[in-house]
């Protein structure tokens, strides 16, 4: 997801398997080309997990992938409220995009029995998503 919610990938799979089994995937479907290093605009890229990916597959998923992950470390402390921040909080970014989700009704409520049918239905909600917010921003004059 961007800063904002928006997905950039989106993977469906069982109740049961953890999130952290789920990154390199994850990573791979990602619709966002990304530069490489030998390309003009390539700048340095970060992945900002949470204490789940706390773990070697976690993390070494993170830097196969090319990105320098920023995992918080199971048993840290949040950071005192009076030190200065220097990046907007980004919580609940997914819940707003889970949210977001839940619009459309054939989510909410699963009817799809196959999987591929369920992830069909999401990749067209998150373009739908998309196409809002590029006709907004078109409307407003730009992306951010």
């Known amino acids: 997801m961007d800063g904002k919610g928006y997905p950039l990938s989106v993977v469906v799979a069982g109740a049961n398997v953890h ?20 390309d003009a605009n390539y700048v340095e890229q970060h992945l900002c997990l949470d204490k789940g990916f706390d773990n070697p597959t976690g993390e070494s998923a993170a830097w ?10 199971i048993g840290e402390e949040k950071l005192d409220e009076r030190q200065n921040k220097t990046q907007p909080a980004r ?22 029995k196959q999987s591929p049918v369920y ?14 917010r590029i006709r907004r921003a078109g409307a407003l004059g730009d992306l951010r």
């Open 119 to 132: 992830q069909g239905l999401i990749d067209l909600q998150c373009m739908l998503l998309w196409y809002r």
């Open 19 to 38: 999130d952290c089994k789920l990154l390199e995937r994850t990573i791979e479907e990602m619709v966002v080309g990304r530069p490489e290093p030998g």
């Open 64 to 73: 196969s992938a090319g990105y320098v992950p920023h995992i918080r470390r």
């Open 91 to 112: 919580r609940w970014v997914v819940e707003r995009f889970g949210r977001w989700l839940t619009g459309c009704r054939a989510l909410l409520v699963r009817y799809a």
